[in-house]
C-alpha cells in the first residue's frame, strides 16, 4: 500500500476522509455514524473510461476538486437509506452538471477496524512523507557542501586569474616603457 495522498475535509456536515493509494482510494464519511469505500482498480478503471481520461488525469482531478477552497461545490453527499452516495460532479452552466464519478460509502460494522485501516493509510503517508523529507534533507547538504567546494575553488581560479592579470600587465607596461625609452632615445 503506498499513499499518494491524504485529505480531509467537511461536505453536508459529514467529515470526509479521503485517502488516494496507488491502486485504490479510501472515502470514509463520518457524522453520527461511520461509513467507508474502497474503491478499487477495476471500478477506479471504469470511472476513468467514463470521464474519457487516463487513471493520472482522473486522479489528479479528483485530489484537485477535493482539495479545492470549496469542495461542496465539487461534491455532494446524499443519504440512500443506510448507504450515503458520495458524488463528485461540476456544474458547467446553471442547472447542467457532469458527473465524474459516484461512490456508494457502506456503514461500517466495525468503526474500529474502519478506523485503524484509515489510521495505518495515514501513518504510511505521514511516514512516507517523513522519508522524502530525510532524502530531500540529505540532497541539500550535499549540494550545499558541493557549493561550498565550488565556490572556493572558483575564488582559487579568479584569483589566480587576478594575479596572472597583473604579472602581464606589469610585463606589458615594462615592454611598453622600453618602447618608449628607445622611441624618445632614436629622436
Request: glycine share 2%; net charge negative; charged share 25%.
Amino acid at each position: 500500500m503506498q499513499v499518494v495522498s491524504c485529505s480531509h475535509a467537511k461536505i453536508s456536515g459529514y467529515n470526509i476522509i479521503f485517502v488516494c493509494e496507488v491502486d485504490a482510494l479510501l472515502i470514509t464519511a463520518i457524522k453520527d455514524g461511520l461509513w467507508h469505500a474502497v474503491v478499487d482498480t477495476t471500478k477506479l478503471n471504469e470511472l476513468c473510461n467514463l470521464a474519457r481520461q487516463s487513471r493520472d488525469q482522473y486522479t489528479q482531478n479528483l485530489l484537485e476538486a477535493f482539495n479545492s477552497p470549496e469542495p461542496s461545490s465539487y461534491f455532494a453527499l446524499k443519504e440512500d437509506g443506510s448507504y450515503l452516495n458520495f458524488i463528485w460532479s461540476k456544474e458547467i452552466k446553471k442547472g447542467i452538471k457532469i458527473i465524474f464519478g459516484s461512490f456508494c460509502l457502506l456503514p461500517s460494522c466495525d468503526a474500529l477496524e474502519t478506523l485503524c485501516e484509515l489510521a495505518c493509510s495515514v501513518i504510511a503517508s505521514l511516514s512516507e512523507s517523513i522519508s522524502r523529507s530525510n532524502d530531500i534533507e540529505r540532497e541539500n547538504i550535499n549540494l550545499k557542501s558541493l557549493v561550498e567546494v565550488s565556490l572556493k575553488k572558483y575564488e582559487e581560479v579568479v584569483s589566480r586569474a587576478s594575479d596572472n592579470e597583473l604579472i602581464l600587465l606589469s610585463k606589458f607596461s615594462a615592454v611598453l616603457n622600453e618602447k618608449k625609452r628607445k622611441l624618445e632615445s632614436s629622436k
